[in-house]
């Protein structure tokens, strides 16, 4: 039964805390403790979990603001399970940050925290709704209110993140869905099957590869005999088992299997997002600048404006690491747009495409990019960013002025989205730009036409912006990527979980961790400064 916890706002009339000198008393609050209890835990709203628990009378539920509250302090320290539940039962401060003010009250065993994950998971997988990201959701906006953040600047930036799985081999892949498969027969079935599979189940999938001789495309080869036999064998008696389903996908993934041809597919037939790990089929494989990853990608937003006295991660999102920047950012703006009413954004180059400018366009969002994706234009020839472009409210070019000072009226192409440009070819002749301009063609000396599209258009826009900010200096983006280290840094490299759903959630766990140091950070600023404005009393 589901029952909200608010005795944290009733003070006890003994505690623990008041075996502490009220110096020590003093120095708790002020803490780090203080400041997520306040900051985050308090905010919490416990209701969207109700749906978690029966609605018959049955004994209630461990607080739910408590168990979250640890899976935020396990994420934000990159605790194992035993070490964030060792810390909730003996150590003072994180007590008194998840509400407690007694070593003696609160306890509960370490599955109550196994149990609320797998009904947390089991949530996601019937509504679509993780309720840690509802959590991070409410409470930061909160947060940006209680302390006046200004949200209409946002910056941008992703993360390559890799879950708990074991890099192993194509062979040990396939070797390893081979004995899932076999386990999950009946006994009977499985000494029918024992002469086609028997080679690949008496050890473990690394010990199989490690002693394998001959070429290893043979091996690979043989398996996908194996394996097409019982995809067929196995498909009405075991059809929706999702170890079946793990079989007919990886077979599909990795083997042509016609009656013209049957073969394994060669590395580069094999799709980025075929299946990784057996233990977690939403992990995808990705290469980014000559670096094999295999996992997800995290894509952490936060605020950026110079008058905030501190910048809060505001919004984040996991996804399978195949998953471009760009649909990222034009997935998360209508909602920043709504939420937050976000007027600039601040990225790399990553997040540049014609649907992000679109999206933008369509909510009144200035994309600011610190690099453009693609080629440079040639610096010795006068491209369409050194022209003066006049546009209308929707970003539609209205007029070009060329630098050698022509301005023309643009004119609609034939098709939505194209435009015309007619500068007067004569004047172009004795113009000393051009040999080095675009629009004066060699083939076409008599002709000074310059035809276009809105992307160009876009495109030339943002190089001329990104030269005013490179001349400026001010580049408000570069400091979310030391945020990006601060919310992967507890985990040394590798999430301690499996998929999607409990990758983002730890992900939201560690920003909102992140959050609340910088709050807590914020506050002892404050109050060194209060410090130093007290009169010094004479002698």
């Known amino acids: 039964m589901f029952r909200k916890n608010d005795s944290h706002l009733q003070a006890p ?8 000198p009220p110096k020590q008393q003093k120095r708790l609050e002020a803490s780090w403790a203080g400041a997520f209890y306040h900051a985050f835990f308090s905010q919490i709203d416990e209701a969207p979990f109700a749906v ?11 607080p739910v603001n408590v168990l979250v509250g640890l899976e935020v302090l396990k994420a934000g320290n990159g605790w194992t399970d035993e070490e964030m539940y060792d810390a909730f039962c003996y150590d003072l401060q994180v007590r008194y940050a998840l509400g407690y003010r007694s070593l003696a009250e609160g306890h509960f065993e370490l599955r109550t925290v196994y149990n609320f994950r797998r009904r947390l998971s089991q949530h996601m997988q019937r509504s679509g709704e993780n309720l840690i990201g509802k959590v991070f959701e409410d409470v930061t906006d909160k947060q940006l209110q209680a302390l006046s953040v200004k949200t209409g ?10 879950s708990n799985i074991q890099n192993g081999s194509r062979l040990q892949l396939l070797v390893e869905v081979l004995q899932r498969v076999h386990r999950m027969l009946r006994e009977e079935e499985q ?12 050890s473990k999938a690394t010990h199989y590869v490690y002693r394998l001789r001959g070429h290893y495309q043979d091996h690979i080869q043989q398996i996908g005999v194996v394996m097409a036999q019982l995809v067929v064998d196995l498909a009405e008696g075991y059809g929706a088992e999702p170890t079946y389903q793990m079989l007919k996908r990886v077979f599909e993934e990795h083997f042509v299997w016609t009656e013209q041809e049957q073969r394994p597919k060669q590395g580069q037939e094999l799709s980025a997002d075929s299946l990784q790990s057996p233990d977690d089929w939403d992990a995808t494989y990705r290469k980014k600048r000559e670096e094999g990853y295999v996992g997800y990608v995290s894509n952490v937003t936060e605020t950026c404006d110079p008058d905030n006295d501190l910048q809060l991660i505001v919004h984040m999102q996991t996804e399978a690491n195949v998953s471009d920047d760009a649909a990222l950012l034009e997935e998360a703006l209508p909602q920043l747009k709504e939420r937050l009413d976000v007027d600039e954004m601040y990225s790399d180059g990553g997040y540049n495409s014609a649907g992000v400018d679109e999206t933008m366009r369509d909510h009144g969002v200035a994309l600011h990019q610190t690099a453009i994706r693609g080629g440079s234009p040639a610096p010795e020839r006068v491209g369409l960013a050194d022209f003066s472009i006049d546009t209308e409210d929707k970003g539609r070019p209205q007029q070009f002025t060329c630098p050698g000072g022509q301005t023309i009226l643009a004119e609609p192409g034939h098709r939505p989205g194209r435009f015309i440009v007619r500068f ?14 675009t629009v004066p063609s060699s083939k076409h000396p008599g002709k000074a036409v310059l035809y276009l599209d809105q992307r160009q258009v876009d495109v030339a826009l943002k190089r001329q912006h990104l030269r005013r900010m490179q001349q400026s200096g001010q580049n408000l983006r570069s400091a979310v990527e030391a945020t990006v280290r601060s919310v992967k840094h507890p985990f040394r490299g590798k999430l301690p979980v499996r998929g999607k759903f409990r990758m983002a959630s730890i992900m939201f766990a560690s920003a909102l961790m992140v959050n609340v140091r910088r709050i807590h950070a914020d506050q002892i600023r404050q109050q060194g400064e209060k410090q130093q404005l007290l009169p010094v009393s004479g002698h």
Not at 55 to 61: A, F, L, M, Q
């Open 52 to 62: 978690l628990y029966a609605e018959e009378d049955s004994r209630p539920n461990v």
């Open 153 to 162: 600047k946002l910056r941008m930036d992703s993360t390559q993140v890799a």
């Open 13 to 20: 009339l003994f505690s623990s805390l008041d075996e502490l």
């Open 191 to 202: 000494a029918e099957d024992e002469e086609l599979v028997a080679s690949y189940v008496k």
């Open 424 to 437: 007067d070819a004569e004047q172009c002749a004795v113009c000393p730009l051009r040999e080095q301009c």
